[in-house]
């Protein structure tokens, strides 16, 4: 059906007939087989557009889904900086607006990172209020998100509660997906305290469900996790025979961003198929980007609290010199090329981790503690 959509719309050629295609192109369409080239289909047709034509913001949403999932990861980040300003001048969050707050979480969620917590709480704080099993169901997907930056940060807590949150949720619930979405957090949450046959149980029982539900990979890649325990169990064969059609799948897509996506937890798994020459190309790709998230991520915490034990960001340090220089939040977005929504959030969470509540005190716990 969407394949004959794009057809119409490539021999139309028509701005309401494309924009309504790219309306129902949600971030999660790309991840099913050829999902990313109908994206790429449609951002040509709407390059091929008039300017006065063109949806407004469409293009911009399916280049940062392009730039994502095709492993062009500072492009997308770039990108998502002219959603954020998109998101500011539209106002509250809608339904409306649930794609690119999405596109915006996944973007700069890449390494776990707090850069995508604002528009992640903001999506939550919004669905918390909704009803209805389609509203469940979009809220679990969310909070997936949220336990998988807190499994890349460390803070098995944080993740614990969150799952035991979504199972809550996903009780009666009608979609196939959100078991499948389950069984994957479960298993990364077994994987990450050691109980590997646990995460093995869980990861192979998701296989079946995955297969028939391909977005679903979102939440973790089943097959590739469960080779990933493979090989920490030292059963090599069964890891081998696990990853020669996964990775395939990766290699008729094209899609190292969304290898880069399953995140360092799957680093035994590339690394054994690197050796082998499993989709090796590829494999590399991810494991260089791996590399480089990682090292970027290892220097975003830079500064410790004392009295908290809390961690301040490279970008919460830049935020907190500029306070103390007397910036105010459309200045500090001026001078660090942020929309002025992010540079409040950056400002907030800096007030929040130093314990104080204006800006002047901020300056002040800053100099006492010799942090600048």
């Given at each position: 059906?969407?394949?004959?959509?794009?057809a119409?719309?490539?021999?139309?050629?028509?701005?309401?007939?494309?924009?309504t295609?790219?309306?129902e192109?949600?971030l999660?369409?790309?991840?099913?087989?050829?999902?990313?080239?109908?994206?790429?289909?449609?951002?040509?047709?709407?390059?091929?557009l008039?300017?006065?034509?063109?949806?407004?913001?469409?293009?911009?949403?399916?280049?940062?889904?392009i730039?994502?999932w095709?492993?062009?990861?500072?492009?997308?980040?770039?990108?998502?900086?002219?959603?954020?300003?998109?998101?500011?001048h539209?106002?509250?969050?809608?339904?409306?607006?649930?794609?690119?707050?999405?596109?915006?979480?996944?973007?700069?969620g890449?390494?776990?990172?707090?850069?995508?917590d604002?528009?992640?709480?903001?999506v939550?704080?919004?669905?918390?209020?909704?009803?209805?099993?389609?509203?469940?169901?979009?809220?679990?997907?969310?909070?997936s998100?949220a336990?998988?930056?807190a499994?890349?940060?460390?803070?098995?807590?944080?993740?614990?509660?969150?799952?035991?949150?979504?199972?809550?949720l996903?009780?009666?619930?009608?979609?196939?997906?959100?078991?499948?979405?389950?069984?994957?957090?479960?298993?990364?949450?077994?994987?990450?305290?050691?109980?590997?046959?646990?995460?093995?149980?869980?990861?192979?029982?998701?296989?079946?469900?995955?297969?028939?539900?391909?977005?679903?990979?979102?939440?973790?890649?089943?097959?590739?996790?469960?080779?990933?325990?493979a090989?920490?169990?030292?059963r090599q064969?069964?890891?081998?025979?696990?990853?020669?059609?996964?990775?395939?799948?990766?290699?008729?897509?094209?899609?190292?961003?969304?290898?880069?996506?399953?995140?360092?937890a799957?680093?035994?798994?590339?690394?054994?198929?690197?050796?082998?020459?499993?989709?090796?190309?590829l494999?590399?790709?991810?494991?260089?980007?791996?590399?480089?998230?990682?090292?970027?991520?290892?220097?975003?915490?830079?500064?410790a609290?004392?009295?908290?034990?809390?961690?301040?960001s490279?970008?919460?340090v830049?935020v907190?010199?500029l306070?103390?220089?007397?910036?105010s939040?459309?200045?500090?977005?001026?001078?660090?090329?942020?929309?002025?929504?992010?540079?409040?959030?950056?400002?907030?969470?800096?007030?929040?981790?130093?314990?104080?509540?204006?800006?002047t005190?901020?300056?002040?716990?800053?100099?006492?503690?010799?942090?600048?």
């Amino acid at each position: 059906m969407i394949d004959e959509l794009l057809a119409e719309a490539e021999t139309r050629g028509e701005a309401w007939w494309i924009g309504t295609i790219a309306d129902e192109l949600q971030l999660l369409f790309a991840l099913v087989p050829g999902g990313v080239v109908r994206f790429e289909r449609l951002l040509a047709c709407i390059e091929g557009l008039p300017d006065v034509n063109r949806p407004p913001g469409l293009a911009l949403r399916l280049r940062t889904i392009i730039a994502l999932w095709r492993g062009h990861q500072a492009e997308a980040r770039e990108l998502c900086w002219a959603l954020e300003a998109l998101l500011d001048h539209d106002g509250r969050i809608a339904w409306s607006s649930l794609n690119m707050r999405g596109i915006l979480t996944v973007a700069l969620g890449m390494d776990g990172g707090h850069e995508a917590d604002q528009a992640l709480d903001e999506v939550l704080v919004y669905l918390e209020r909704q009803r209805g099993s389609f509203a469940r169901g979009v809220r679990v997907s969310f909070l997936s998100l949220a336990v998988r930056s807190a499994l890349l940060r460390g803070e098995l807590e944080a993740a614990r509660r969150l799952a035991a949150q979504i199972g809550v949720l996903s009780r009666d619930s009608p979609f196939s997906y959100v078991r499948a979405l389950n069984l994957v957090l479960d298993g990364r949450i077994a994987l990450a305290e050691g109980r590997l046959d646990d995460a093995a149980a869980a990861f192979a029982e998701c296989i079946p469900l995955q297969q028939r539900t391909r977005f679903t990979v979102l939440y973790g890649d089943a097959p590739l996790l469960l080779a990933t325990v493979a090989v920490l169990q030292g059963r090599q064969s069964e890891a081998l025979a696990l990853l020669a059609p996964c990775l395939q799948l990766y290699v008729e897509e094209n899609l190292p961003g969304l290898l880069l996506w399953q995140s360092v937890a799957v680093v035994p798994a590339l690394q054994l198929a690197e050796r082998h020459g499993i989709a090796a190309p590829l494999v590399r790709k991810a494991l260089r980007l791996l590399d480089e998230l990682r090292a970027g991520r290892l220097e975003e915490d830079t500064v410790a609290l004392p009295a908290s034990g809390q961690l301040l960001s490279r970008r919460e340090v830049e935020v907190l010199r500029l306070i103390v220089e007397g910036a105010s939040n459309p200045e500090i977005a001026e001078r660090l090329m942020i929309s002025p929504h992010t540079a409040k959030h950056h400002v907030s969470n800096v007030l929040a981790k130093l314990g104080v509540m204006s800006r002047t005190a901020a300056a002040g716990v800053a100099r006492d503690l010799g942090l600048l």
